[in-house]
């Protein structure tokens, strides 16, 4: 009887034991000591996972209110704080954790905004449109968690949160933050920052997220994408790191010091880069012996360069397919004739040049077997007004009228013309250039026979002469009296 009265207990007490946790658990919901996500419990310390959407479907939302919860001493404010002042000043001393959903300015200002709660540990400020911290944090001592998320902030100080020494976490993800004067000043046992989901311009300088000491706290580096138009959709870090490399290696050749290096595309699907050299202006006397891999476009603008054979036998020339060689001392390009470069380029600029013929059966060549080419610009050199020359040069100048689009301003120096006179080519005729007015018009073959007719006139005039002196006076010409 005794062991069934145990066994009895015994089975009691194990019914008891779900009734008791159950109604203790009850009982800590209701309190907001604890609450449920995904069938676990979890404590109060980590309530910082509330979220703000949908807040306005709060009660409170309607007129702006708080609701105090947990014996931590949280507030969640919706739209406002107007219920504030109805609550023990004491207690709100005391609160360490404070959300608010729908913040009602769009200034958020730290000094005034946080002073009635001085303990506060963790701040959230969600789905607002706030735009603007007005000033660095004040010093906090037990403030440890920001959080600033899906607002319309856009800009942040650098010294933002340097004051708050206890602080070891911010999130600033889902704003409207396109980029940052530097890397953000942080306490010293700060621990992580994360940034993603911001609209970033990756053509603004990032590349102090590759320094460990200044980009280590980045917990989400790898998920921060660029927004801008030139790297969009792009990784930052990737954008970041080729910056670097292109840097390095341009710093790294003497011919590229003073060079001014920068990427401007990357591949979507491949992730290549792609990189333009500008060295314009610097009386560079030949074209660079050394250009990074990648590099489509290259600037050499206004120098005293003479001579594009780099073009046909520089392998790092092999992917340039934009040359910009405007006004420069270049007098012929024969030499590419029937070279890769030739028959690959996309843009090739040559004006201000000192060009005054070019093989034309090449340069046909070239732009009909070459499907990339896209602009060829040739004005504003001194090409010559010949016969032969210019006639094919303007054929050319109508074929690929679309790929020479400086075609209509382009004009030729008659030679030997003074004073100089130039012509339009592509309203040339072959009556213009074949036949110059420049040209003599007599000849010398015409010049003896002038000079023949006249001694012949000459002779039949004395002839006639003497013939007349003779039947008059009876006397013969001297010439006949010394023949023998």
């Keep these: 009887m005794l062991q069934m009265d145990s066994g009895h207990l015994k089975r009691s007490s194990n019914s008891f034991r779900p009734s008791v946790l159950l109604l ?92 009635p709660f001085p303990r506060i540990r963790s701040l959230t400020i969600e789905h607002s449109d706030l735009r603007e911290i007005a ?53 010293r046992y700060f621990e992580k920052l994360y ?40 990784n930052m870090m990737t954008v970041m790191g080729y910056k670097v490399l292109l840097r390095t290696e341009c710093q790294s050749h003497v011919d590229l010091l003073n ?6 595309h990357i591949i979507p699907k491949t992730h290549i880069p792609l990189y333009t050299i500008n060295c314009s202006n610097l009386q560079f006397q030949a074209m660079p012996s050394y250009i990074p891999a990648n590099t489509t476009t290259l600037y050499l603008n206004n120098n005293e360069i003479s001579d594009v054979l780099p073009l046909l036998d520089n392998p790092s020339y092999q992917n340039v397919v934009d040359v910009h060689l405007d006004n420069n001392r270049i007098s012929s390009i024969d030499v590419l004739e029937g070279g890769y470069w030739f028959e690959h380029f996309r843009l090739l600029s040559l004006r201000g040049n000192k060009l005054q013929k070019i093989p034309v059966y090449a340069l046909d060549n070239a732009l009909d077997d070459n499907p990339n080419a896209n602009l060829l610009l040739l004005s504003d050199n ?28 382009i004009t030729c120096v008659y030679k030997n013309s003074k004073p100089m006179r130039r012509a339009n080519v ?25 000079v023949l007719a006249f001694l012949i006139v000459a002779i039949l005039s004395k002839l006639a002469w003497d013939y007349y002196y003779y039947k008059n006076y009876g006397r013969v010409p001297w010439i006949v009296m010394k023949l023998p």
Excluded at 201 to 219: M, Q, V, Y
Excluded at 259 to 264: F, L, R, Y
Aim: charged share 25%; proline share 7%; aromatic share 12%.
């Design 195 to 234: 940034l993603a989901g911001n609209p970033w311009n990756c053509t603004r300088n990032f590349k102090w997220l590759l320094i460990p000491e200044k980009g280590a706290f980045i917990a989400d580096r790898e998920e921060i994408i660029c927004a801008d138009k030139k790297y969009k959709e792009r």
């Design 24 to 115: 203790v658990t009850l009982l800590a919901l209701f309190s907001g000591s604890i609450r449920i996500v995904n069938g676990e419990y979890i404590s109060h310390s980590y309530q910082h996972n509330f979220t703000c959407v949908d807040w306005k479907r709060a009660p409170e939302a309607a007129v702006g209110n708080c609701t105090r919860y947990g014996r931590y001493g949280a507030l969640r404010c919706y739209g406002g704080l107007n219920n504030l002042p109805t609550i023990p000043d004491l207690k709100v001393r005391r609160l360490e954790e404070i959300i608010f959903c729908g913040w009602p300015e769009r200034v958020f200002n730290p000094l005034t905004d946080l002073q």
């Design 135 to 187: 000033y660095d944090f004040p010093e906090m001592l037990y403030l440890q968690t920001i959080n600033i998320s899906w607002t319309n902030l856009s800009q942040i100080n650098p010294r933002t949160f340097k004051r708050v020494h206890a602080l070891r976490v911010v999130d600033l993800r889902w704003n409207q933050l396109v980029q940052l004067d530097g890397p953000l000043l942080l306490p």
């Design 259 to 264: 060079c001014s290096c920068t990427m401007h």
């Design 426 to 450: 592509l309203a040339l005729t072959p009556q213009d250039v074949c036949k110059p007015e420049e040209e003599p018009k007599i000849y010398p073959l015409d010049l003896l026979n002038g």
């Design 382 to 409: 001194p090409w010559q007004c010949t016969c032969i020359f210019t006639l094919r040069f303007r054929e050319i100048l109508m074929k690929y009228i679309e790929i020479m689009r400086d075609a209509n301003n």
